[in-house]
Every structure is written in C-alpha cells, then in structure tokens.
C-alpha cells in the first residue's frame, strides 16, 4: 500500500496555453511524451463499492493494464491523502495485496459482481518540480472527459481540465505553497472531487447542490490551534464546492442563489471563527483574514439580499383588488430588473482566479500555524467555556440596548446571537449533546425572528431609495410594508422576551 498525496487544481481549457509558459512549469523536466490513459471504472448495479467510498479502476496506457484500488481520502482546499494499492492487471482482478481488511473484505464480497460503470479518457503531460534534494512534486496535467454510456442507449460525458500535483518526496505544506505560486498568475481552483467522484455524479445523473456547513468534528483532547484548523478546513470546504458549483452556472438568469448564500456563509463562519479562538491565534493572521474574508462576502450581498427581499417579503403579498396595479406592475420590474443585475454582478465577481487564490492563500496559511506551550497546555472545554461564556455575556449587553426597539440595535443583537449560535455549533462536540441541541433550537428561533425584523428594515430604506428615483412605485412600496407590518410589531415585541432566557438562564457548557 502507498499514500497518495496529491493537490488537484481546476483550470478553464483557455488557460492550458499560459499554464505551459508558466516558468515553473517549463523549466520543469518533462517525464516522456505526452500519453493518453484509459480508465474504466468498476462497481456493483447497487454501487456498494461507492457506498463504502472505495474505487477500483482498471487504467490502459499503451499495451499495459494496472488495476488500481483507492479507498476514501479526506480532501480540503483541494489536497488528499488516501491509500492506494497499483498492480498489473492480467484479465482478472485480483485484491490479495489490499492490506486494509474492510477495504479486502468488501472488493472480495463482490468480487463477482463487480461490472463497468463508466470511463475516462485523457491526455496526460508529467513534469517534475524538484527545486531541491529534499522536495518533488510531479506535475500533471490532464485534458480529456469521463464518459458513460447506459444501457438505454443514453450517452453523457464531462470534460476533464486540471492539474494535479503529487507529492513524491517533501511535506504536503510544499505542494499548497507550489499552488499558490502558480496561481498567483492563473486561474486555479482548487477541486475536491476526483474524477471517480466526478464519474458517479454523471452516472447518476445528479446535479451539483449548494453544500451546508458540516457539523463539528472537534474532541476535547485537541489544542486550541488544532480545533480551530479542524473547524477552518470544515469551512474551507464548504467555500470550495460551493465557489465550485456557483461556477457552473455562469448565465445571470439560472445562477443558483443557494450556491451564492452558502458561500456567504461560509464565509461569515470563518470570521467568526477567527474572533472566537483569536485568543489563540497570531493577531496579524486574525486581522489579514477577517479583512480578507468580509471582502470577498461582499462581492455577493447584493444578489442575496434582493433574492431575500423578493422571496420573503414581495411574492407573498398578495395585491389583487387592493394594490394600485399600475403602480405594483411597475415595482415588480424594478424588482426583477434589480436581481439580474445583481446577479450578473455577482457572476462577474465569482471569479474563478479570485477565489482560488484566497483558498489556496488561507489553506497554506492553517498549515503554517504554530502551536506554542501554553496553548498546547490549556484545555479545550475550558478555552471553549470562556469564549462562550464572553459571547453571551456580549449578546446580553446587546439585549439590553436593544430595549428601545431601534432597528440598528435589534440588528445588532441579531449578529450577536448569529455569532453565538456559531460558536455554540463549533464547541459542541465538548458539551451534552441534548442540552446543546435545545440551546440552538431556541437560538435559531431568535435568530430568525430578528432576521425578519432586520429583512423588512433592509426592505424599507431599498423601497425608499427606488420610489425616490421613481415616484409611481410609491403606492406598491407602501402596500409591500404594510402587508407585513402587523407581523413587524408583533416580533419586535416578542424579539426580547424570546432572547432573555438564552442569555440570563441555564446554558449548556
């Protein structure tokens, strides 16, 4: 058995001309010509194989035939490690060299039953980048497409267009630094999914769905560093697959908002999750990032807002016989004016370079992170009770100005208990687990009622700003507020009273 270690890189097929020239990439020696590997790709009619997140494969690259069994890798801002056992294939698979007993027990079980699902076909052009004694990486860099063709007589295929770096001798932190250099100056993106992954996603004929925050998969016998970098690269995937799957949408019109909210939440976790281990992170790295990371967040709030906006507030009302039609008909293009250009927008700022860059940049820099002899002293539940403990202390004094009831208070105390909710999702792992689970419940009932607070108020100065530059969709926008106004009052009085035993009564850790 070996372990693979590779980075895979995602690149438009109008980069490849530049990725050659690339200096680093040039002077590279080459590994002989250029070949052309065909692989198919085995499995079970009920995909057991898949289920247990094994692949085998059989790979022909010119006379000669290798079979190839790779078992699950956990991959994040494109880099994995996973086991692999390579052997020549003779016509018959043969899994006696497989030393990892579940992995053995499973092939053999289905030994027999085991039939093609679907192939791929592409060029491969090898580099080695050895800058030094102690350090090669292999660079390769594939072009082609997985394939399949069912028994219906229905072809589908997708195309392959990466680079792969793996790493023969040096440390994995090696391949991500030799990442960001190559994409300081193209359009690489990290990618998770192999092309095995790639392959059953086409063979299933399922689409790529927007990815939600994992759960925490942090353990009390973790320093506070190590917790933080395992929750960081939890982050770090859920930005990846879903910078990955906006990217498939490109048209304005059928771009997927949930890919555009996930990402944005991504995003609002990482920087919470700064603030909340800061204490134990470099200050310079804490600033950089939070900076950094409201930034690119920013790039697609609009699209969001107004995807709320019409969601939430503007298609439920229900205008018929009340509304000055006139005046609705024309709010109601203004509003779908307002999201495709936002969506637009958004799609012009979801560049491929620009993302790839700041994970490859924020992936390198958790692998840089030290870890010093106090920090590795202190313990994880300890750490996690005083931040928590600091986090609802902070909430409760938000609470208390938000008394008056003044828009820019309650909102406030929104992003106060949004962050406590994160920190609470962080931690626990650490604490009971039905005592955390009640706490979110409530929490996330807060939350949403504040958010709709916060939603109409965003409504309102929106509604403002279009009937100033448009005086006929007055009459709309006052019918769009007061159909929602009766529900306003009532959460704003129940905001308060919901939060106070959150933040004054028995807590979970």
Same mark, same amino acid.
């Given at each position: !058995?070996?372990?693979?270690?590779?980075?895979?890189?995602?690149?438009?097929?109008?980069?490849?001309?530049?990725?050659?020239?690339?200096?680093?990439?040039?002077?590279?020696?080459?590994?002989?010509?250029?070949?052309?590997?065909?692989?198919?790709?085995?499995?079970?009619?009920?995909?057991?194989?898949?289920?247990?997140?094994?692949?085998?494969?059989? /790979?022909?690259?010119?006379?000669?035939?290798?079979?190839?069994?790779?078992?699950?890798?956990?991959?994040?801002?494109?880099?994995?490690?996973?086991?692999?056992?390579?052997?020549?294939?003779?016509?018959?698979?043969?899994?006696?060299?497989?030393?990892?007993?579940?992995?053995?027990?499973? *092939?053999?079980?289905?030994?027999?039953?085991?039939?093609?699902?679907?192939?791929?076909?592409?060029?491969?052009?090898?580099?080695?980048?050895?800058?030094?004694?102690?350090?090669?990486?292999? !660079?390769?860099?594939?072009?082609?497409?997985?394939?399949?063709?069912?028994?219906?007589?229905?072809?589908?295929?997708?195309?392959?267009?990466?680079?792969?770096?793996?790493?023969?001798?040096?440390?994995?932190?090696?391949?991500?630094?030799?990442?960001?250099?190559?994409?300081?100056?193209?359009?690489? !993106?990290?990618?998770?999914?192999?092309?095995?992954?790639?392959?059953?996603?086409?063979?299933?004929?399922?689409?790529?769905?927007?990815?939600?925050?994992?759960?925490?998969?942090?353990?009390?016998?973790?320093?506070?560093?190590?917790?933080?970098?395992?929750?960081?690269?939890?982050?770090?995937?859920?930005?990846?697959?879903?910078?990955?799957?906006?990217?498939?949408?490109?048209?304005?019109?059928?771009?997927?908002?949930?890919?555009?909210?996930?990402?944005?939440?991504?995003?609002?976790?990482?920087?919470?999750?700064?603030?909340?281990?800061?204490?134990?992170?470099?200050?310079?790295?804490?600033?950089?990032?939070?900076?950094?990371?409201?930034?690119?967040?920013?790039?697609?709030?609009?699209?969001?807002?107004?995807?709320?906006?019409?969601?939430?507030?503007?298609?439920?009302?229900?205008?018929?016989?009340?509304?000055?039609?006139?005046?609705?008909?024309?709010?109601?293009?203004?509003?779908?004016?307002?999201?495709?250009?936002?969506?637009?927008?958004?799609?012009?700022?979801?560049? !491929?370079?620009?993302?790839?860059?700041?994970?490859?940049?924020?992936?390198?820099?958790?692998?840089?992170?030290?870890?010093?002899?106090?920090?590795?002293?202190?313990?994880?539940?300890?750490?996690?009770?005083? /931040?928590?403990?600091?986090?609802?202390?902070?909430?409760?004094?938000?609470?208390?100005?938000?008394?008056?009831?003044?828009?820019?208070?309650?909102?406030?105390?929104?992003?106060?208990?949004?962050?406590?909710?994160?920190?609470?999702?962080?931690?626990?792992?650490?604490?009971?687990?039905?005592?955390?689970?009640?706490?979110?419940?409530?929490?996330?009932?807060?939350?949403?009622? *504040?958010?709709?607070?916060?939603?109409?108020?965003?409504?309102?100065?929106?509604?403002?700003?279009?009937?100033?530059?448009?005086?006929?969709?007055?009459?709309?926008?006052?019918?769009?507020?007061?159909?929602?106004?009766?529900?306003?009052?009532?959460?704003?009085?129940?905001?308060? /009273?919901?939060?106070?035993?959150?933040?004054?009564?028995?807590?979970?850790?």
């Amino acid at each position: !058995m070996s372990h693979e270690i590779e980075l895979k890189l995602a690149l438009p097929h109008r980069a490849l001309p530049a990725l050659r020239r690339h200096p680093l990439v040039s002077a590279a020696q080459k590994l002989g010509n250029a070949v052309t590997l065909d692989n198919t790709y085995f499995d079970t009619p009920a995909l057991q194989l898949k289920a247990r997140k094994v692949a085998l494969r059989i /790979r022909r690259q010119g006379r000669r035939q290798l079979q190839t069994v790779k078992c699950a890798a956990v991959s994040s801002g494109g880099l994995s490690q996973r086991p692999e056992w390579e052997q020549d294939y003779t016509g018959a698979f043969d899994f006696g060299a497989i030393d990892q007993p579940e992995a053995a027990q499973l *092939l053999a079980r289905h030994h027999d039953a085991l039939v093609p699902v679907f192939t791929t076909r592409f060029r491969r052009e090898t580099r080695v980048y050895s800058p030094r004694e102690d350090l090669r990486i292999l !660079m390769m860099i594939d072009t082609g497409e997985v394939s399949l063709h069912t028994p219906d007589g229905v072809e589908r295929s997708a195309p392959i267009c990466e680079l792969e770096l793996e790493l023969e001798a040096g440390q994995p932190l090696d391949l991500i630094e030799l990442a960001e250099t190559l994409a300081s100056d193209l359009p690489l !993106m990290p990618a998770d999914l192999s092309k095995a992954e790639r392959g059953y996603r086409l063979f299933l004929g399922t689409p790529s769905t927007a990815v939600r925050a994992e759960p925490s998969a942090i353990d009390a016998t973790q320093n506070a560093v190590d917790a933080f970098r395992t929750l960081a690269f939890s982050c770090v995937r859920q930005w990846q697959a879903n910078a990955a799957g906006a990217l498939e949408h490109t048209d304005p019109d059928s771009i997927a908002a949930d890919f555009i909210h996930q990402l944005r939440v991504s995003q609002r976790r990482l920087r919470a999750l700064l603030k909340l281990f800061a204490p134990a992170l470099p200050a310079t790295f804490v600033a950089d990032w939070s900076v950094r990371l409201r930034e690119n967040a920013n790039r697609f709030g609009d699209a969001r807002d107004l995807d709320v906006f019409h969601a939430e507030l503007f298609a439920p009302v229900a205008p018929e016989g009340l509304a000055d039609e006139a005046s609705f008909s024309a709010l109601a293009s203004t509003v779908r004016r307002a999201r495709e250009e936002a969506r637009a927008h958004a799609c012009h700022n979801l560049d !491929m370079a620009t993302q790839g860059r700041l994970l490859l940049g924020l992936t390198a820099d958790l692998h840089r992170l030290t870890i010093d002899s106090l920090i590795q002293a202190a313990d994880l539940r300890t750490f996690a009770r005083l /931040r928590l403990d600091r986090l609802r202390k902070r909430t409760r004094r938000l609470a208390a100005a938000a008394e008056t009831l003044e828009p820019t208070r309650l909102h406030a105390l929104r992003i106060g208990f949004k962050q406590l909710r994160y920190a609470v999702e962080f931690f626990a792992p650490l604490f009971p687990a039905r005592a955390v689970r009640r706490y979110l419940e409530a929490v996330v009932v807060v939350q949403d009622t *504040l958010g709709f607070l916060q939603d109409v108020d965003a409504a309102q100065q929106r509604l403002a700003a279009w009937v100033a530059a448009d005086a006929r969709l007055a009459p709309a926008a006052a019918f769009v507020l007061g159909w929602h106004a009766a529900r306003y009052a009532r959460l704003r009085r129940r905001a308060l /009273r919901e939060s106070t035993p959150l933040l004054s009564g028995r807590k979970p850790w």
